[in-house]
């Protein structure tokens, strides 16, 4: 990510999502506050999936410097899917679950703690580019900001995503037990064959990519699946390579220890990607972007994306 520019960001449009975890009426209006004396002109709020990007298209359009997008990765990357490869700046402010993006960025995992950052941040002009990544699932095509999957993983945060008060009563608990039910029907899920930069077909169970790290967080835990990521332009790739659930365990563990994970041993494959990775099953497979789903598709094609104007926060004290 490339170092902070010291332009000033207004006008400002603040999109968010009442349907995350954190973005209820009381937020949106704390944020609302914070931002009025900073240069906020629109306050727009999403009705359904899709909405993020055409609002924030909208914003861009009718002259807004900057974006805030409240809420999780899902209108995170909706809204930066829409702004990148143009002149306007996002700012992600953590409104959801695991607020993976605007943690990444450097932002606090708690809206209570970014808050204070913010006008800081706009007055300093602290703003970085942080390159994408793309996926093309079917007809469909997705700027990812974090993370995108493919079998294993997708599997997961559809079982998670089709059970919404799970979600919100479990939190990250929610997606462990999502990855043990993904896990004990794996063997029903058709295998992949992945292949990178037109190279020779890699025989996988699932393929994590990231164009950022961390990939995502358990808790206060960065899990860093896709080691190389790091929003400058390279796309890393994991492939796992046989689904045991003991193994897996063991290797989530490892990550959340900080410990590097043994890509190129038994279980796992991966490096980084040049120009792109192509995933292709026998069947349907699960597909997820920022951890939201895809639908399920026979061919899949991720590569790295268009670049995004991001704000970063001031240094923590």
């Known amino acids: 990510m490339s170092a902070p520019d010291a332009s000033p960001r207004g006008p400002v449009a603040l999109i968010a ?17 914070v931002l009025a004396p900073v240069g906020l002109e629109w306050s727009l709020v999403t009705s359904g999936p899709g909405d993020g990007a055409r609002l924030a298209r909208e914003a861009a359009a009718q002259g807004a410097a900057t974006v805030v997008a409240l809420g999780g990765d899902g209108i995170a990357g909706e809204v930066a ?4 490869g143009g002149p306007v700046a996002m700012i992600p402010l953590p409104g959801g679950n695991a607020n993976v993006f605007a943690r990444a960025i450097g932002w606090p995992a708690r809206l209570d703690r970014a808050l204070p950052l913010v006008a800081s941040a706009l007055a300093a002009g602290r703003v970085r580019d ?25 599997a997961t945060v559809e079982w998670i995503e089709a059970r919404p008060r799970a979600k919100r009563r479990l939190r990250q608990a929610g997606f462990a037990l999502a990855a043990a039910i993904a896990f004990a029907r794996a063997h029903g899920v058709p295998r992949l064959r992945v292949t990178i930069d037109d190279g020779d077909p890699v025989d996988c169970a699932a393929l994590l990519t990231a164009c950022g790290t961390p990939y995502t967080y358990l808790g206060a835990r960065p899990l860093d699946l896709a080691p190389g990521a790091s929003f400058d332009g390279g796309l ?26 043994p890509i190129g041993g038994p279980a796992l494959t991966g490096g980084m990607v040049a120009r792109a ?22 061919q899949v094609r991720i590569t790295p994306g268009p670049v995004l104007r991001a704000v970063a926060p001031p240094t923590l004290p």
């Open 277 to 298: 990775v192509a995933a292709r099953a026998d069947g349907p497979v699960p597909v997820q972007a920022d951890g939201e789903p895809l639908g399920r598709h026979e």
């Open 81 to 84: 899917g829409a702004l990148a």
């Open 130 to 154: 942080a390159h994408l990544g793309l996926v093309r699932a079917g007809e469909a095509e997705r700027v990812f900001v974090v993370n995108a999957g493919v079998g294993l993983d997708a």
């Open 236 to 261: 890393a790739w994991v492939g796992v390579k046989r689904v045991r659930p003991g193994e897996l365990s063991r290797l989530m563990v490892r990550a959340a220890r900080g410990r590097s994970l």
């Open 17 to 33: 999502n009442p349907g995350a975890m954190r973005s209820s009426p009381a937020a949106r209006s704390r944020v609302t506050r």
